[in-house]
């Protein structure tokens, strides 16, 4: 198991060279489109892993909502986390093609704003999950799967509204020698995310483990506190 | 079934909220004139950085977590081996 994370691990960091170079130096650079397009090659795939974060961890809230498992709700604080960090991602990189692309840096456009929506509801889940008391883990699962039905909305919406972000056609009508930079950086961002969720699922098992020996040692203690006392010696 | 009825009207709310921020008067953006341009070199450097950052960040962050779960870890493992008091 440890080879498989350290194999991941050197692909992602061949990944890290091998993609700037590519979007760098291989990729042209379109006069109409002008080097501030270079983003895109980091900002799609940090949306790519931003979504996969959400079903991931929609998937993890099913499973324990649901079924019940423990797993699923150490896979879907991990993923929690995870959507947000991409998020922050997403919504950093985009604004700064849009200042120079659109001269602002926001605009309330449907894609915009529900990317942001769902950025919201994954920090809602964080802080369900933290603050929510002893329903926490049920009532941030909810919310989870309420966020993950807002991903085919935020696809969706650049064909089902007007709006003035970029088509989802963007990917498929590419100019043919951006295409290897493009795809390599969203390999590398899939593996990215894997190695993230590694690191982070282990973390959260590791939490678990500490709650279980912390049951344990309370159990222990209160078993000493109500043992019974020692017959009197009457000698 | 009654577990599927609330996600169903989630969905539809979400959808239906969506159709009502789409303005069908709405004009996209002319792009700002070339007085109001920003340096492109910069904002790449800049994006790229956040991006190297915020993921660095994360990394140290989920290593400071792991670290402090171990050693509470070990301290609880000691404890119990010291027969739980």
Known sequence: MKLHFFLLCFLVACGF?????????????????????KIFFFHVPSA??????????????????????????????????????????????GPLWARKAWGH??????????VFILFLIFIAV??????????????????????????????????????IHPKTTVVTSMHPDMRPAFFVSLTLFTLLYLVLLWIRLNLERSRGRLDALAVTLAERSTLCTLRPPAPPDYR | MNRFVPMLSMIVTLFCSGLAAADPDYQ?????????QVSAPLFVVVAYSLIWLVLL?????????????????????????????
């Not at chain 1, 091998?18 to 990729?27: E, N, T």
Request: charged fraction near 15%; aromatic fraction near 14%.
């Open chain 1, 48 to 93: 790519w892993a931003m979504f996969l974060s959400a079903f991931v961890c929609a998937f993890g809230s099913a499973a324990f909502l649901f079924k019940r498992r423990r797993w699923g709700d150490e896979l879907a604080t991990a993923a929690a986390e995870l959507t947000v960090v991409f998020g922050v991602l997403v919504l950093t990189t």
């Open chain 1, 105 to 114: 840096y926001w605009e309330w456009d449907v894609r915009l704003t529900t």
């Open chain 2, 28 to 36: 996209p953006y002319a792009p700002a004139p070339a007085a109001e």
């Open chain 1, 17 to 37: 060279v091998v993609a700037p170079y590519l979007i760098f130096f291989s990729a042209p650079v379109l006069p109409e489109l002008g080097l501030i397009q």
């Open chain 2, 57 to 85: 960040g994360f990394v140290v962050s989920v290593w400071l977590r792991q670290r402090s779960i171990g050693l509470e870890l070990e301290q609880l493992r000691r404890q119990l081996d010291q027969g739980g008091q």
């Open chain 1, 126 to 163: 964080l802080l369900a999950r933290r603050y929510g008391g002893p329903a926490s883990r049920r009532i941030a699962a909810g919310l989870a799967l309420f966020g993950a039905a807002d991903v085919p909305l935020v696809y969706l919406s650049v064909k089902l509204w007007r709006t």
